[in-house]
């Protein structure tokens, strides 16, 4: 297998703590049929694939995670 070119650690500017998300309550789709998942931890929100819980997850303030959710509602995202 080849090596990860994914650096493990924050980047430059990074103003988000490092959370511990091991006893996170991830929430899938309401279908459960979905990739993602998200998991509210001490203020922020975290997303991640539910296909591999163990590579990084993304980290969201509120404020960022409510520009994403009206962005997919509004189309945005869409690639079609």
Known sequence: MAES?????PLAGWDKPE???????WQSSSRGLG???IAFVEG???MRNSGRPESPSLIF???EWGAFVS?????EF???
């Open 5 to 9: 070119t994914v650096q493990q650690h």
């Open 19 to 25: 959370l511990d998300l091991s006893n996170a309550e």
């Open 35 to 37: 990739d993602v998942q």
């Open 44 to 46: 922020f929100v975290a």
């Open 61 to 63: 303030t509120p404020a």
């Open 71 to 75: 962005g997919a509602r509004g189309g």
């Open 78 to 80: 869409d690639l079609t």
